[in-house]
């Protein structure tokens, strides 16, 4: 079963100001697409072509690049573009304004957090927000396309929020001003659909 580059539920323009139109057209419809096409080729007469994309990611051998990369871009971005929306922002809700109050200490504490593991990651990247398996939440960060459902990185857990530092994904806008699009990024976090996710992780 051949992996498929997934549809926006929002139009290119409509995370702006925070991320400009024409650095979203690239980042979906030229890297993520590479990524999906590179995927199925990584996985065509595999055993690995009839596994969920979680499947291949948790049993990964991490010396296989070309599915270590584009296995790990292709769910990445799928996560990405999933949790933010034009009517993102705001602050949690529920049982997760409750994990990350007890994890934490405060969403103000969290965000400081999650904004320092995204600005220091040096050089390509992502952020994440996971949920252990005690319904805990956890903060760390990956280099290149690594995400925490792969073994053996040093940041475990399922993921639930990721910001991509990769600099094809705010250098359009931003140039070297990595803390800027962090900042920006808060304001379009889909809430709803991380709680969502929390719930299905724990």
């Known amino acids: 079963m051949a992996f498929e580059l997934p549809d926006l539920s929002y139009a290119y323009d409509a995370l702006e100001p925070n991320?400009?139109?024409?650095?979203?057209?690239?980042?979906?419809?030229?890297?993520?697409?590479g990524y999906t096409t590179n995927l199925n080729n990584a996985i065509t007469d595999t055993p690995h072509a009839s596994q969920t994309i979680e499947e291949i990611l948790k049993g990964l051998d991490l010396n296989n690049k070309a599915l270590?990369?584009?296995?790990?871009g292709f769910y990445n971005h799928r996560l990405f573009w999933a949790i933010m929306s034009p009517d993102g922002g705001g602050t949690p809700s529920g049982d997760l304004a409750s994990a990350i109050n007890n994890t934490f200490g405060s969403f103000d504490d969290f965000k400081n957090e999650f904004a320092k593991a995204s600005a220091t990651q040096f050089g390509s990247?992502?952020?994440?927000?996971?949920?252990?398996?005690?319904?805990?939440?956890?903060?760390?960060?990956?280099?290149?396309?690594?995400?925490?459902?792969?073994?053996?990185?040093?940041?475990?857990?399922?993921?639930?929020?990721?910001?991509?530092?990769?600099?094809?994904?705010?250098?359009?806008n931003y140039q070297n001003r990595?803390?800027?699009?962090?900042?920006?990024?808060?304001?379009?976090?889909?809430?709803?659909?991380?709680?969502?996710?929390?719930?299905?992780?724990?």
């Not at 991320?19 to 697409?33: F, P, Q, Y």
């Not at 270590?68 to 790990?72: L, M, W």
């Not at 992502?126 to 925490?148: E, F, M, R, Y």
């Open 125 to 172: 990247g992502w952020a994440w927000l996971c949920v252990q398996s005690d319904g805990s939440l956890k903060i760390c960060a990956t280099a290149n396309q690594d995400n925490p459902l792969m073994p053996g990185i040093g940041c475990g857990g399922t993921p639930i929020l990721g910001i991509d530092v990769w600099e094809h994904a705010y250098y359009l």
């Open 68 to 72: 270590r990369n584009n296995g790990g």
């Open 19 to 33: 991320i400009d139109a024409r650095t979203m057209e690239i980042h979906h419809s030229k890297h993520h697409n």
């Open 178 to 202: 990595r803390p800027d699009y962090i900042q920006a990024f808060f304001n379009v976090i889909n809430w709803g659909k991380v709680s969502e996710l929390y719930k299905k992780g724990v």
